[in-house]
């Protein structure tokens, strides 16, 4: 059974710093990864998409990696803003025939000005 | 384009009462998924519909729970005889296709269920 897990669960940074989070799942053998960030009371915005053939993904500030063979993801936020500050949910693909989408718990980021 | 869409996005309930969810797709998707998140926790898988039909259904409790995605209309998620439990946020999510190397899940707002 996949299990996907993000360390830490909260954060709080100054604005401009570069911080990363992380995602770990069990099994290996995955599709692919997504992050997401989730604004309080809103839906979920995908950032970034990164199949299982990939590396890594980047968009803008954002840049996520993949290393499959050790289970884990990592999303870099380079010169953090606090319209930066919401939670960051990683979900994990288990197979092209699986259309579930397993989730972490999240990170609750909070950019401080 | 309109985003994907749900209402209501709060609903509250007495124990014992109906809670009846509603989910618009995004203009062309024909792939629907419910994610339930309960208070503190990350989202949990509950069902995948396609038009007319429960494609895969593994995350659904097996009572009081069902979900349908009419040929015509919204998908709806039905929850009977609620209890306190059932009090979290649901999402919908919706998707052109139901395979593919970038299929992305596109989230709707949620609907936040209360149960008294």
């Known amino acids: 059974k996949q299990e996907v897990t993000q360390i830490p669960a909260a954060l709080s940074v100054p604005e401009g710093e570069n911080l990363v989070l992380n995602c770990s799942f069990t099994?290996?053998?995955?599709?692919?990864l997504q992050w997401f960030r989730q604004d309080p009371g809103k839906g979920l915005t995908s950032l970034l998409l990164?199949?299982?053939?990939?590396r890594e993904q980047t968009s803008g500030r954002l840049n996520a990696s993949l290393d499959k063979s050790s289970g884990r993801s990592t999303l870099y936020i380079a010169a953090s803003q606090p319209g930066d500050s919401a939670t960051y949910l990683c979900?994990?693909?288990?197979?092209?025939?699986?259309?579930?989408?397993?989730f972490g718990q999240g990170t609750r980021l909070t950019i401080n000005p | 384009n309109a985003g994907v869409m749900q209402n209501p996005r709060h609903l509250v309930r007495r124990r014992g009462q109906e809670a009846r969810l509603r989910c618009s797709p995004m203009?062309?998707?024909?792939?629907v998924y419910w994610y339930r998140q309960l208070p503190e926790e990350g989202l949990k898988f509950m069902v995948y519909?396609?038009?007319?039909?429960?494609?895969?259904e593994s995350g659904m409790p097996k009572e009081r729970f069902s979900a349908e995605f009419p040929k015509e209309g919204p998908s709806i998620l039905r929850i009977q005889q609620v209890v306190r439990g059932d009090s979290a946020a649901y999402f919908c999510?919706?998707?052109?296709?139901?395979?593919?190397?970038?299929?992305?899940?596109?989230f709707g707002p949620g609907t936040r269920l209360t149960v008294l």
């Open positions: 999510a919706s998707s052109p296709l139901g395979t593919g190397g970038t299929d992305t899940q596109y």
């Open positions: 099994d290996s053998a995955i599709y692919n």
């Open positions: 990164i199949q299982s053939s990939q």
């Open positions: 979900a994990v693909r288990p197979s092209q025939g699986a259309q579930k989408l397993v």
């Open positions: 203009k062309g998707h024909s792939h």
């Open positions: 519909l396609q038009k007319e039909n429960i494609i895969d």
